[in-house]
C-alpha cells in the first residue's frame, strides 16, 4: 500500500488546525471541571457520571456538539474567558 507523497495542507487562517478534539476537551475540563462546563455547554454527558471517554464519544459522533466545544475552546485559547 502506497503511503500519500503529498505533505498536509497548511492551513494558516484555522486556529483549530492540528489540535486534537481530546486536547480541546482536556484543556477545557482543566480550566473548568465537569460541573463548570456543565453550567457552559449543557451536555448530559458533562453532568451525568461524566468521563473523557464518553464525552469524546457524544462529542465526536454530535456536529452541534463538537461546534460548542470548538468555540469554546477558541474563546479559551484567545483569553476571552476566565
Known amino acids: ?21 481530546a486536547d480541546m476537551l482536556s484543556a477545557l475540563q482543566e480550566k473548568y471541571g465537569w460541573d463548570g462546563l456543565a453550567l457552559r455547554l449543557d451536555f448530559n454527558c458533562f453532568k451525568s457520571n461524566p468521563t473523557m471517554k464518553s464525552s469524546l464519544k457524544f462529542i465526536r459522533t454530535t456536529p452541534w456538539a463538537r461546534q460548542k466545544v470548538e468555540d469554546l475552546y477558541l474563546k479559551l485559547a484567545k483569553g476571552e474567558l476566565r
Open 1 to 21: 500500500m502506497k503511503r500519500n507523497s503529498n505533505p498536509p495542507e497548511k492551513q494558516p487562517n484555522n486556529p483549530l488546525h492540528g489540535v486534537k478534539l
